[in-house]
Antibody
Framework: QVQLQESGPGLVKPSETLSLTCSVS?????????WAWIRQPPGKGLEWIGN???????YYNPSLKSRVTMSVDTPKNQFSLKLSSVTAADTAMYYC?????????????????????WGQGTKVTVFS | QTVVTQEPSFSVSPGGTVTLTCGLS?????????PSWYQQTPGQAPRTLIY???TRSSGVPDRFSGYILGNKAALTITGAQADDESHYYC??????????FGGGTKLTVL
């Protein structure tokens, strides 16, 4: 059974960097699929942050691209999100998900079959 | 920037049929946008219903169906049940590796 679990600080100060990790069990992060981060501000809708392939290929939401960095740790079977210079607008529930993007042999995305497995989410509050 | 549009809210009677749509602020949705649909109840992570326009995710009952309706993606729920009362989100693939969520539809069953 594939499971994803987000972890990280629940409180981050403005202008600092938010760091989250998604631990994957029952499946290898080195498998042929992407891994995604999605967030949801309180009372609002879902927002795609970006995704990463185990070879390091990444795609980021253009509105967040300048502040986002994703990485994969294959020995630990985890992938991570860093969001810099956070403000109150970054307060949200953050989800990680297995991303079934269709990809070429080079890891380039050509389409998607969506996000099939989600973590339970971790709440992050930007608060001074 | 193109926005993915969904009805903010919808209501359906128990046992009834409802169709939710997912469109673009500019242009038409086709299968090339690989529409997918997600159900989210309060306090829970989203659950995948449909991907690739019309493929039901594992365990999703056939009361849920996805397709292209005119210039939008559509999700039809037949035989609505009380536990279908949720928020429903669509996602469209915009190309260049980028996916965009719609704003979501709050479905009420009453």
């Amino acid at each position: 059974q594939v499971q994803l679990q987000e972890s990280g600080p629940g409180l981050v100060k403005p202008s600092e960097t938010l760091s989250l990790t998604c631990s994957v069990s029952g499946y290898s992060v080195s498998s042929v699929n992407y891994w995604a981060w999605i967030r949801q501000p309180p009372g609002k809708g879902l927002e795609w942050i970006g995704n990463i392939y185990h070879r390091g290929n990444t795609y980021y939401n253009p509105s967040l691209k300048s502040r986002v960095t994703m990485s994969v740790d294959t020995p630990k079977n985890q992938f991570s999100l860093k969001l810099s210079s956070v403000t109150a607008a970054d307060t949200a529930m953050y989800y990680c998900a297995r991303d079934l993007s269709r990809i070429t042999i080079f890891g380039v995305i050509t389409g998607t079959d969506g996000f099939d497995i989600w973590g339970q989410g971790t709440k992050v509050t930007v608060f001074s | 920037q193109t926005v993915v549009t969904q009805e903010p809210s919808f209501s359906v009677s128990p046992g009834g049929t409802v169709t939710l749509t997912c469109g673009l602020s500019s242009g038409s949705v086709s299968t090339s946008y690989f529409p997918s649909w997600y159900q989210q109840t309060p306090g829970q992570a989203p659950r995948t219903l449909i991907y690739g326009t019309n493929t039901r995710s594992s365990g999703v009952p056939d009361r849920f169906s996805g397709y292209i309706l005119g210039n939008k993606a559509a999700l039809t729920i037949t035989g609505a049940q009380a536990d279908d009362e949720s928020h429903y989100y669509c996602v469209l693939y915009m190309g260049g590796g980028i996916s965009v969520f719609g704003g979501g539809t709050k479905l009420t069953v009453l």
